[in-house]
């Protein structure tokens, strides 16, 4: 039986591999994966914190990965995310550009909401003007 | 006792239920013993007061000297030295069971030594029914990779390991956001 069993997984955890917390105190955090410790938990790490253990749980893995030696030092980890850019590569993903959009909106004060209901009225009312228009012309043919 | 560590240094090392201490001790002076041997136990308790008793459990069965006749010259908790590597730690257990008394090795993977302990001793009570009370470590030790025996640590050692997680855990990103009623079921695929 010369069947390739191919596995439908594209995101795997591994040494190097970006995860987002999503759970906990540091909620939101991007963290590298440093080590994994056994099924459940790995050792993370990011450039402005401590090395701590994590469990999977907690982590939703992403698309990228940075290409470090297992249990890297924070110099050597600084470096390749800055070399990789990988933060911005998140952050320019339709991910990443979703989570800035939900933190901007959540950060909007009552003179932002206002602006933005201010916006999209003058924005409907000119569409619809132009549109009325055009309907009145077709109505006359 | 604290004040002398780093800030983050408890956040560091963890929050464990079950403490390592040094316990320092010796049978009072007499007459006939004016400078007693001084004995030095490393002990897992969950406080200062119940390492000092069970420094005087082990050492009573190992030395003529008991806590009415002796004293305690220190007592000093160890913490551990990098908390932020994962080392695979080899622990020598003598056990009561409902039967007898068993020796076991067992394996962990862990950053600290506390952690590891605090593995056996929730894994021994959900393996083996065995309590702290009937647990007596005889000996831990760091062991090198080459050294592992246990298949579930040895699994690990791999400088390139790499799995997927095979499913999507939904869940709400704090406990205030729980509802008892959702819309739609959730995907846990993962592909």
């Known amino acids: 039986l010369d069947q390739v069993v191919k596995m439908p997984f594209k995101r795997y955890v591994e040494i190097g591999r970006l995860a987002l917390v999503n759970y906990g105190e540091d909620y939101g955090k991007l963290v590298v994966i440093s080590d994994i410790v056994d099924q459940t938990r790995a050792l993370v790490d990011a450039p402005d914190m401590t090395r701590k253990i994590e469990s999977f749980r907690r982590l939703t893995i992403t698309d990228l990965k940075v290409d470090i030696p297992r249990l890297a030092s924070k110099k050597v980890l600084t470096a390749k995310l800055a070399e990789a850019d990988t933060f911005n ?10 989570l800035a959009r939900q933190e901007a909106k959540s950060n909007m004060s009552d003179f932002d909401r206002f602006k933005a209901t201010a916006a999209k009225v003058k924005k409907a009312r000119s569409v619809r003007k ?12 | 006792p604290r004040a002398s560590f780093p800030a983050n240094t408890k956040m560091v090392q963890g929050s464990f239920k079950w403490h390592q201490y040094q316990v320092v001790g010796r049978h009072l002076p007499t007459d006939k013993m ?25 050492l009573k069965k190992l030395r003529r000297v008991k806590k009415a006749n002796g004293q305690i010259l220190s007592v000093n908790e160890i913490f551990e030295k990098r908390p932020t590597t994962i080392k695979n730690f080899g622990v020598w257990v003598r056990y009561q069971s409902r039967t007898g008394y068993h020796n076991m090795y067992r394996e962990y993977r862990d950053t600290t030594l506390n952690g590891a ?19 007596q470590i005889i000996k831990t030790a760091t062991v090198p990779a080459s ?35 959702k819309a739609n079921r959730p995907t846990t695929a993962m592909f």
Not at chain 2, 117 to 135: A, K, P, V, W
Request: proline letters at 4%; glycine letters at 2%.
């Open chain 1, 89 to 98: 590569k998140f952050a320019k993903s339709s991910w990443g550009r979703k």
């Open chain 1, 130 to 141: 132009v549109f009325n228009q055009l309907k009145k012309a077709a109505a006359k043919k």
């Open chain 2, 34 to 58: 004016p400078n007693p041997t001084v004995y030095r136990m490393k002990v897992w308790a969950e406080d200062r007061v119940k390492a000092e008793s069970k420094f005087w459990y082990f």
């Open chain 2, 117 to 135: 302990i605090d593995q056996l001793y929730h894994e021994m009570g959900s393996r083996h029914r065995c309590r702290f009370s009937c647990i």
């Open chain 2, 147 to 181: 050294a592992c025996k246990r298949a579930n640590t040895l699994q690990f050692l791999d400088s390139k390991i790499r799995f997927p997680l095979a499913f999507k855990l939904i869940r709400p990103a704090s406990r205030t956001l729980k509802t008892t009623f």
